[in-house]
């Protein structure tokens, strides 16, 4: 079946420094939505990507969608302590997501 | 515009025990998932729901768990005789279709079984 791998699965920054993290799928996807899980915490849903080629910005995240709609990323630009949290690719539609098992972010001050 | 509500924020059980678990979806949102999350894991698909219908619960184990989406109250997720194992965190999640895909899933905080 369909399957969405990410990497990395931990990454350990200096606040400060860049982010990214990646999801990619050997299958053409109709859609990729990411989330971001707090310690302790439930995802919250940050964005969809829909089109080919897409790129999305919130504040400093900036998300993008491949040429050929198979893989994805999400890059933080200047992390704060406050990004800190497990960060899920999910791909497909609304009826069922399939899962990345997530890319866990550390930011020391 | 209440969330996603889930109850017990925590649940413990002694092994043999049943736990229910209940979802009420946002106001408007008909469609309800329920994951499993093992710390240090990913979410874990286990059923997908609508009012009075089970439309996917390939994820679900298939003995002592069962899920169900009255017409009307809250979705419950039922666990009987639990074993340590199943022990997680477990999430409900909705979505109103066709009125914002953009909007992806709504998450209730979810409960944590503890399986003692």
């Known amino acids: 079946g369909q399957q969405v791998m990410q990497i990395p699965q931990y990454q350990h920054v200096q606040e400060g420094e860049d982010f990214t993290t990646y999801c990619n799928s050997s299958?053409?996807?109709?859609?990729i939505q990411w989330y971001k899980q707090r310690p302790g915490g439930h995802p919250v849903f940050l964005i969809q990507l829909v089109k080919s080629g897409e790129v999305k910005k919130q504040k400093r995240l900036t998300f993008q969608f491949g040429e050929a709609k198979k893989n994805s990323s999400l890059h933080i630009t200047a992390t704060q302590t406050t990004d800190v949290g497990t960060y899920f690719c999910?791909?497909?539609?609304?009826?069922?997501?399939?899962w990345g098992l997530g890319t866990s972010l550390a930011v020391n001050p | 515009n209440a969330g996603v509500m889930q109850n017990p924020r925590h649940l413990v059980r002694r092994r043999g025990q049943e736990a229910r678990l209940r979802c009420s979806p946002m106001k408007g949102h008909s469609h309800v998932y329920w994951y499993r999350q093992l710390p240090e894991e990913g979410l874990k698909f286990m059923v997908y729901?609508?009012?009075?219908?089970?439309?996917?619960e390939s994820g679900m184990p298939k003995e002592r768990f069962s899920a169900e989406f009255p017409k009307e109250g809250p979705s419950i997720l039922r666990i009987q005789q639990v074993v340590r194992g199943d022990s997680a965190a477990y999430f409900c999640a909705s979505t109103s279709i066709g009125t914002g895909a953009d909007h992806g899933y709504t998450f209730g905080s979810g409960t944590r079984l503890t399986v003692v």
């Open positions: 999910a791909a497909g539609n609304n009826r069922k997501l399939i």
């Open positions: 299958t053409t996807l109709s859609n």
């Open positions: 729901l609508q009012k009075e219908n089970i439309i996917d």
